[in-house]
Nanobody, 124 residues
Framework: QVQVVDSGGGLVQPGGSLRLSCAAS????????MAWYRQAPGKERALVAS??????????TYADSVKGRFTISSDNAKHTTYLQMNSLKPDDTAMYYC???????????????WGQGTQVTVSS
């Protein structure tokens, strides 16, 4: 019922920028967390950035490797999150996945919903 679609990847040169987008659709009561993960070939999937919703604002977390370069943001009304990536490095090359932790009803449990992934390649 719930769909999560991420997009915006592509090929960029070192030092370039990309903005990834992720939108959830369907019956959604509440999104507890929006997050971006990435996975390079032969490596484990790792957290890049996340927004944990709270009563007043949100808690934002970044991986040390992207602090100062990446910015995560959200539009709660649109069930959408964005990842602005600046000063990209070859080590940023990976498949990037959006994850939304949400529930469809107030009484329902939270479940993780993953996007299909969007490829980011940083190369000359």
């Amino acid at each position: 019922q719930v769909q999560v679609v991420d997009s915006g990847g592509g090929l960029v040169q070192p030092g370039g920028s990309l903005r990834l987008s992720c939108a959830a659709s369907g019956k959604i009561f509440e999104i507890n967390e929006m997050a971006w993960y990435r996975q390079a070939p032969g490596k484990e999937r790792a957290l890049v950035a996340s927004i944990l919703n709270g009563l007043n604002g949100a808690k934002i977390t970044y991986a040390d490797s992207v602090k100062g370069r990446f910015t995560i943001s959200s539009d709660n009304a649109k069930h959408t999150t964005y990842l602005q990536m600046n000063s990209l490095k070859p080590d940023d090359t990976a498949m990037y996945y959006c994850k939304m932790d949400l529930k469809v009803e107030n009484w329902a449990p939270f479940y993780d919903h993953w996007g299909q992934g969007t490829q980011v390649t940083v190369s000359s």
